[in-house]
Structures are given as C-alpha cells and as structure tokens.
C-alpha cells in the first residue's frame, strides 16, 4: 500500500505476533468508559495462508519508515473523513492527536495507564495511541497494508464518536469500524489516493483472519470483536460497497 511513491517492505507472517495485534489491538471507544482491555492469552492462530510467504520481502522495514506510513495512513483518513463529512454538510474535525509510547504508564486515557502491546483511541483525550516497538513488530510481520487497517479501525472510533454511535455491544461497535476502515480504504483507493500494491489484499485477508475472536468468545461479551469470518466480511463490505455498507445511519 503506498500513499505517494515506494516500495513497503514486508517481513514474514508469524502467527504469535498476530495473535498479538488482535489481542491489545483495540480499547474500543475510549477507556474511559471501563478498565482498559489487558491483552489477551497469546494463543497461536491458523498460520498464513498457503503460499503467503512469497509474497514478503526481508522485513527490513525501520522505525522511521513505519512512522512514515503511518503518517501518510494519518492524513490520508483527514481527507477521506473530511470528504464523507463535507457530502453531508457537515465539518469534520481530525482527531487530535497519534500518539507513540513505549513503557506502560507512558500515556494514560481517562486517568487509565494504557498498557503496553496495545494500539487505542481513547476518546476522553481524543487520541489514538500506540505502543510503538509492538506496532513497529506488527508492521514488519504482518506488514504496511494491515497498518491502514488497524489505524483506520481506531481512526473509525473517532468517527463513531463524532457522529454520536454507541451500539449496546462492543461487536457491534467493532465490526462497523472494521466496516469503515474498509470502507477508508478502499474509498482513499478508488479516488486514488492510496495505491494498492501487490499482496496488500493478501495482507488484509490474513490480518483479518489473525484479529478475529475465538470461535468460542461469546458474542455479547464485552470486549467482543467479531469472529475472524465476521471481521473480514465487515471489512470488505466497507472496502467494496462503501460508507452506505456500514450502517452509519
Ligand atoms: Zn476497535
């Protein structure tokens, strides 16, 4: 996935750091409303999908380069989000603030020290933020594609947040964000904005399936994100279909 011009490295699929995104990837909708999520066990998943691998390069990808990207996945949700907002009159304002840590403590949401292994918008600050060695991790194992995903899911709580959605259920909320990261993408796409790259929708497909829920995670439980099956389709859905796929309202 480029935003401008480049090639993005991408390291090797491991199932346990993926296992991992899945695990912190999200305190949904800020943890001021509850305990922050702790990551969960670290259980491994169904490894990448046969042949996965020859699609990866060395995973040589730096900090500064990660940074870089997720810059550029940064400004590329302002102007789709300013874009949706602006067709139905009204004024979006950006998040404020991506925030990068590293020790547990670092930054906080609502009073509440986000833990480490975890990536948050946190909607008492109107922030997203991200334990920058394990989404740095994340980004060479899974890679650059999957980074547009995992902030355009966080950047869609923001949205959610703007526009007042609060499902009873934490699913709910999850898989319309998924629905709208997809529908981030592959609007920034279709406007040609974003660029999709060789393997990238391999990359969505496999980090799809390695963020889903175990099969036996109730599905009103809080915390609840949606089975791997549930994730992508909501993703795609966005992706193919659009904003008007997502129920927004
Ligand atoms: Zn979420």
Request: glycine content about 12%.
């Amino acid at each position: 996935m480029t935003a401008r011009a480049g090639r993005r490295p991408r390291g090797p699929l491991a199932g346990l750091l993926v296992a991992l995104v899945l695990a912190g990837g999200c305190v949904v909708g800020g943890v001021d409303e509850g305990a922050p999520q702790q990551p969960g066990p670290e259980r491994p998943r169904q490894s990448a999908a046969p042949g996965a691998e020859r699609t990866r390069a060395d995973g040589t990808t730096s900090v500064a380069e990660f940074k870089e990207d997720l810059a550029a996945a940064v400004d590329q949700a302002e102007v789709y989000w300013t874009a949706q907002f602006r067709e139905s009159g009204r004024r979006f304002e950006p998040i404020r603030r991506v925030v990068a840590y590293q020790r547990e403590g670092e930054v906080s949401c609502g009073g509440q020290a986000l833990p480490r292994n975890n990536a948050v918008y946190c909607s008492a600050g109107d922030f997203i933020a991200y334990d920058v060695n394990w989404s740095v991790s994340a980004f060479r194992q899974v890679g650059d594609a999957f980074l547009y995903y995992l902030l355009g899911h966080e950047y869609a709580h923001g949205v959610q947040v703007r526009l007042g959605i609060r499902y009873d259920f934490t699913i709910q909320q999850e898989l319309q964000a998924d629905c709208m990261a997809g529908a981030y993408v592959g609007g920034s796409i279709r406007a040609q904005q974003l660029t999709l790259e060789e393997g990238d929708l391999e990359e969505f497909r496999e980090g799809l399936l390695a963020v889903g829920d175990d099969p036996d995670q109730p599905w009103f439980a809080e915390g609840a994100h949606g089975t791997a099956e549930q994730r992508t389709d909501s993703f795609f859905r966005g992706y193919e279909s659009g904003l008007s796929a997502c129920n927004l309202g």
